[in-house]
Structure formats: C-alpha cells, structure tokens
C-alpha cells in the first residue's frame, strides 16, 4: 500500500520559517520524481517544487529563492524548507510522487500552512 504522509504544517508569522515533511512508503523512492504543490482556498492547484530522480530541482516563479525542496533517499522523505513566508503562501500543501514510465502518480493528504500575523 503505497502512503505519502505529509507534515509540519502550522500557523506561522510573516517572515518566518517553516520545513515541511513527506514520508513515502510502499514505493521505489528513489525512481520517483518529487514533487510539492500546494492549493489556496478557491484557487487551483498549483506546483511549487520538484525534486528529480538525479536530485535536480525546480521552482515556481512565486516561491524562487525563499524556498528549497530537498530529498533523503535513504529515508524515503522529501523536504519543502520554506523561508520569508508570506500571507500568500498560505494554502494546503501536497506531496506527489510520479514515475512517468511506470505511469504510477501518487498524493499525499496535504497538510495547511497559514501564515498570518
């Protein structure tokens, strides 16, 4: 049974930090791309960070530069570090994992990161 379990989400100030978790069990971690995206009340849901195979990465115009998705292969977890937060980041977060070959596409449940003073 394949599990993506988020956390770390919380309330926190503007200008604060915040560091996101997802374990992932009953998959290969390590052949799967990582991904975060988060969805704001009413709006669409969008990517934030990717974590790739080869541990590359890429960000969102919105999120470049405040924050760093990270992975631990040996401990099947992705990381979302989150700095200079702002009101508008505001939004559950999810964590997917994608094998396009496999065709295999997982979500986590998500996990709300307010920020607000």
């Known amino acids: 049974q394949v599990q993506l379990v988020e956390s770390g989400g919380t309330l926190v100030q503007p200008g604060g930090s915040l560091r996101l978790s997802c374990a992932a069990s009953?998959?290969?971690?390590?052949?799967?791309?990582m991904a975060w995206y988060r969805q704001a009340l009413g709006k669409e849901r969008e990517l934030v960070a990717i974590a790739t195979t080869d541990t590359g990465t890429n960000y969102s115009d919105s999120v470049k530069g405040r924050f760093t998705v990270s992975r631990d292969n040996a401990k099947n977890t992705v990381y979302l570090q989150m700095n200079s937060l702002k009101p508008e980041d505001t939004a559950v977060y999810y964590c997917?994992?994608?094998?396009?070959?496999?065709?295999?596409?997982?979500w986590g449940q998500g996990t709300q990161v307010t920020v607000s003073s």
């Open positions: 009953g998959i290969t971690f390590r052949i799967y791309t």
């Open positions: 997917n994992a994608n094998n396009r070959q496999l065709r295999f596409d997982f």
